[in-house]
């Protein structure tokens, strides 16, 4: 095990995540910042060194010498033998060098993979995912991510797109923008419904918590307007996480899997009942019976 802490970074399409971790895997500090894409590349590589050198100031590190590297997640397909983003839609990226590029900024090694590619790993050796073998995991936030993990081993796939279940077509006969599971189930999803059936005034909380600001709706928003049973809230996060059960559970009879971890924003915000509705919906739906453990 190597002596020096590490930098991790969770970049997504919204928050900018970092931590400085100790050599025993224990996060030292964090620093957030938002991603603001819409700003160009330069700009989010700005925030994400800016994270970096800070966490290390703060803790009297240099961070050319004092630190063993850099890990970052970035959503979309990513070929971690490159470092290469090689379609971020998210971020509105293509071909983006995002390990070269930090590297050259902070003159450390830099690791980078997909978001969900990295975060699931982590669950298989300090998580939710301990012990299992053959792993698949969803994240529901901005979009909706996922990974794979195959005979205890990171599965990117021939193209490095493995596990990208945000970008199955569950709903053929919708419009074309909106037939993928992350058009129709991510927390992007869930909030333009939500907006749209509010301003077609049907009640919810949801117009008190955000004072009638319809643009200010965040996970943290939906949970708390699930966890106070406001009707319209609950019916829509339910027939999205029902969506997604189908969608695992034709993964889950597929590939054989026998573990499922759900993370993100929406599912940390909402909590236990979105899992067990994904999992009511999973062991509906999945073959064979055996697959329901």
């Not at 939500?194 to 919810?204: D, Q």
């Amino acid at each position: 095990m190597q002596d020096k802490p590490i930098l991790g970074v969770d970049l997504g399409g919204t928050n900018i995540q970092a931590g400085l971790i100790d050599p025993h895997a224990k996060v030292i500090a964090r620093a957030k910042a938002k991603t603001k894409a819409k700003e160009g590349v330069d700009a989010v590589l700005d925030r994400i060194e800016a994270k970096a050198r800070d966490l290390c100031e703060r803790h009297g590190l240099n961070i050319e010498t004092d630190v063993a590297g850099l890990g970052i997640g970035a959503p979309g397909p990513v070929n971690p033998e490159t470092g290469v983003v090689l379609e971020a839609v998210n971020l509105r990226w293509e071909n983006v060098s995002l390990r070269a590029l930090l590297h050259e900024r902070l003159k450390i090694p830099v690791y980078a993979d997909n978001d969900v590619n990295v975060a699931l790993y982590g669950e298989y050796v300090q998580g939710a995912a301990r012990g299992a073998t053959n792993i698949l995991g969803c994240w529901l936030g901005t979009g909706v991510g996922g990974a794979l993990i195959f005979d205890e081993r990171p599965f990117h796939g021939s193209y490095f797109s493995a596990g990208e279940i945000g970008h199955l077509i569950l709903f053929p006969n919708n419009p074309t923008a909106w037939r993928t599971l992350e058009q129709n189930c991510s927390r992007t999803a869930i909030v333009d419904q939500l907006a749209r059936l509010i301003k077609a005034n049907e009640p919810s909380v949801i117009w008190d918590l955000v004072q009638g600001e319809l643009g200010r709706i965040k996970s943290g928003t939906i949970g708390a307007a699930y966890a106070d049973n406001d009707p319209l809230t609950k019916r829509v996060v339910d027939e999205a996480a029902w969506n997604v059960g189908i969608a695992l559970a034709s993964l889950v009879t597929v590939l054989s899997i026998d573990r499922i971890v759900l993370g993100g924003g929406l599912t940390e915000a909402i909590g236990e009942p979105l899992v067990s509705r994904v999992q009511e919906s999973i062991r509906e739906h999945v073959f064979p019976s055996s697959c329901k453990q």
